[in-house]
């Protein structure tokens, strides 16, 4: 019998690949009016542009963010992991011009020694909030992939003044209670740590870097 945690997981990956069948198809018209952050976090990654990085990006989506890492380092190899096939054939799309160093994989970042410190950078845009309850293995997960100097940067949801708001992002999979800034901040060393208002103050965003600890 298959324990409780790994049935968890696999319905919040089956949730997501049943959610996105269809929101793919709309993704890159109407996200841009509400994922806030997302060039800012990019911006705030501590390398320099010919640095030949390792780049990882958790839940990349259509690649939106791939393809600008791809344009910032033009000497990093990135890969992007994400659960639903109908997002990344978006991104396979878009990213065909840098598919040489630009690998996109159908499957979720999960605990293990895959990637053994392997990246440079790994990036959760508008990714954590979605994966619940499993997001803080992830963010445990990630020292043990980052390269000693490496860096997490993280966008995302943080907390809304409404509850209405934070019922109407729960329909759509995404969990809005302040909850995912404290754990970053205890479990990583924090270079960047902000909260950030969305449109008209309805939510906040936030944006935030960390490298390993000591
Ligand atoms: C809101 S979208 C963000 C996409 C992209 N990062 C961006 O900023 O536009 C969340 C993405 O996370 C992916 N996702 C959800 N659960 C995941 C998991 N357990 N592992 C990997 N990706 C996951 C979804 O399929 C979706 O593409």
């Known amino acids: 019998m298959k324990d409780r945690l790994s049935t968890t997981k696999e319905v919040q990956v089956k949730d997501m690949?049943?959610?996105?069948?269809?929101?793919?198809?709309?993704?890159?018209?109407?996200?841009?009016?509400?994922?806030?952050?997302?060039?800012?976090i990019l911006k705030k990654i501590p390398f320099e542009r010919d640095a030949p990085l390792q780049i990882l990006e958790v839940g990349c989506g259509t690649g939106t963010n791939l393809i600008k890492l791809a344009q910032m380092f033009p000497n990093a190899t990135i890969l992007g992991l994400d659960v639903s096939g109908d997002m990344l054939k978006v991104a396979e799309t878009k990213l065909a011009p840098y598919k040489n160093r630009v690998t996109l994989i159908e499957k979720p970042y999960e605990k293990g020694t895959e990637y053994n410190g392997r990246f440079d950078v790994i990036l959760f845009s508008y990714?954590?909030?979605?994966?619940?309850?499993?997001?803080?293995?992830?963010?445990?997960?990630?020292?043990?992939?980052?390269?000693?100097?490496?860096?997490?940067?993280?966008?995302d949801f943080h907390d809304a003044n409404f509850e209405f708001y934070r019922g109407f992002m729960r329909n759509n999979h995404v969990k809005l209670n302040?909850?995912?800034?404290?754990?970053?901040?205890?479990?990583?060393?924090?270079k960047l740590s902000k909260v950030k208002p969305?449109?008209?103050?309805?939510?906040?965003?936030?944006?935030?870097?960390?490298g390993k600890k000591k």
Do not use: C
């Open 127 to 155: 990714a954590l909030t979605m994966i619940n309850p499993q997001w803080t293995e992830l963010v445990e997960q990630a020292p043990n992939d980052l390269k000693d100097k490496g860096v997490v940067a993280v966008v």
């Open 198 to 210: 969305g449109f008209l103050n309805v939510w906040q965003y936030m944006l935030y870097v960390g």
């Open 178 to 190: 302040g909850h995912i800034l404290p754990v970053l901040e205890k479990s990583f060393d924090t």
């Open 17 to 40: 690949q049943s959610y996105y069948q269809f929101q793919a198809k709309i993704y890159d018209a109407t996200r841009w009016t509400f994922l806030y952050g997302r060039n800012a």
